[in-house]
């Protein structure tokens, strides 16, 4: 059932991994999110040139452009969407941590339960919350 709050939100979903990209994307769809999709940060950047998004999801750890890579081209090109990104961690590694600590990123470690995917991006569009999960 579509929630006006996220009538119009338009999100990116970023990670490689086929399935888990398919869930979330029809999960949030189904909650009233218009979702893009992509397979990598290079794919990702192509998708945020075409069209304007409220919100990034991303995975970290992805072939041909990671997704750290990805948060620091946002950065030149999106300033505004540095603050509207959720990474998606599979293995929080100590270079990973570092880098969501100093960035002040917001997270969720895989594997996740939706209703805590749901929250944080509600929270992050409402600018509210703590940043980390």
Known sequence: MQNPHQSGKRLLLVDDEVTLRTVISETLSDAGYMVDVAKNGKEALQVLANKGH???????????????????????????????????????TD???????????????????????????KNILDNKGEKAA
């Not at 030149?76 to 599979?90: A, C, I, Q």
């Not at 270079?95 to 209703?115: A, D, G, Q, V």
């Open 54 to 92: 409220d919100l990034i999801i991303s995975d970290i750890n992805m072939p041909e452009m990671n997704g750290i890579d990805l948060y620091h081209e946002v950065g030149k090109n999106y300033p505004e969407l540095k603050t509207k990104t959720l990474f998606l961690v599979g293995s929080p």
């Open 95 to 121: 270079e990973i941590l570092s880098f969501i600590k100093k960035n002040h990123c917001r997270y969720l470690t895989k594997p996740f339960k939706i209703s805590d995917l749901v929250g944080q991006i």
